[in-house]
C-alpha cells in the first residue's frame, strides 16, 4: 500500500511505500534531510514536526526519548530515521524549528566564509583540522555568526566535521589560486595525513563497541537507525 506524505516548509507531497522510514521517504523526494549520524538515531540533527498523520507511524523509540525532550515529543516532533510509516493515510511534516535555525545559520556562515580573502579561510580550515586530530573543540570566536558555526562544530559528530570541513576547503578551492599562494599547505597535508589516521581509528573503536552482526565501518550506511 502507498502512503502520501508531504513535507513543508518545500510543498513537496508523493507517494512512498508502507512501512518507509520518513527519513527515506525525504531523501527520495529530493527533499534535504540533515542526519549528522547518517540515520543511526543517535542524534537529533533529522528531528521533524509531525501536523498532520502522528497515527500513522510507528511508536517513539527509545533514541527518540534519549534525544527529543518531553516538550519536544509533546510538540508532535520525531526524528527521521526512527519513524517508520505503518499504516495507510495522509503525513504531514514540517522541519523542526532547532533544525531549520541551524542549517540557517550555516548557509550564513558559508556566505560569509565565501568572502573571506585566502589566508584567513585557510587559517580557519587548519584551525578545524587540528581540533579535529587533537580531539578538542575549537574557540567560540569572531561575529554572531561565526561563534554559533563554532558551537555548531563543537557539537557535530566526527562524520559531520569531516564534512563541513571538506566544503569549507572546497569554498577555499575555487579561487584558483591554491598553487600559487605561499601559504603552508604541507602542513596543511601533515594534519590531513593525521586526521585520517584518527579517523580510522575512531571508526574501528566505535566498530568494536558495536553488537556482533552490526555494519562494519568499511561498509557504507545508509539505512535508518533500527526502531
Not at 43 to 66: H, N, W
Not at 71 to 90: D, F, K, M, N, Y
Not at 156 to 163: C, G, P, Q
Not at 209 to 220: H, K
Amino acid at each position: 500500500m502507498s502512503v502520501e506524505i508531504t513535507f513543508e516548509p518545500q510543498g513537496l507531497t508523493g507517494l512512498v511505500a508502507e512501512g518507509a522510514y520518513v527519513w527515506e521517504a525525504a531523501k527520495r523526494m529530493g527533499v534535504r534531510m540533515p542526519a549528522e549520524c547518517a540515520g543511526r538515531g543517535e542524534c537529533d540533527t533529522c528531528a521533524v514536526t509531525v501536523t498532520r498523520g502522528a497515527e500513522f507511524l510507528s511508536p517513539v523509540t527509545d533514541a527518540e526519548k534519549q534525544h527529543l525532550n518531553d516538550a519536544r515529543r509533546g510538540a508532535g516532533e520525531r526524528l527521521a530515521c526512527q519513524s517508520r510509516i505503518v499504516q495507510t493515510g495522509e503525513v504531514v511534516l514540517h522541519v523542526a524549528p532547532e533544525v531549520e535555525k541551524v542549517e540557517e545559520n550555516h548557509a550564513k556562515f558559508r556566505k560569509a566564509f565565501s568572502k573571506l580573502d585566502l589566508t584567513p579561510k585557510m587559517t580557519f580550515i587548519l584551525e578545524l583540522e587540528k581540533a579535529i586530530v587533537m580531539r578538542q573543540p575549537v574557540a567560540i570566536s569572531g561575529d554572531e555568526v561565526e561563534a554559533e558555526f563554532r558551537r555548531e562544530f563543537n557539537e557535530m559528530s566526527l562524520e559531520r566535521k569531516l564534512a563541513a570541513l571538506v566544503e569549507l576547503e572546497g569554498s577555499a578551492a575555487v579561487h584558483g589560486v591554491i598553487n600559487v599562494a605561499n601559504l603552508p599547505f604541507t602542513v596543511g597535508e601533515k594534519v590531513m595525513d593525521l586526521l585520517a589516521i584518527r579517523g580510522r581509528k575512531l571508526a574501528q573503536a566505535d566498530f568494536d563497541q558495536r553488537a556482533p552482526g552490526e555494519t562494519s565501518p568499511a561498509e557504507p550506511v545508509d539505512a535508518p537507525g533500527k526502531s
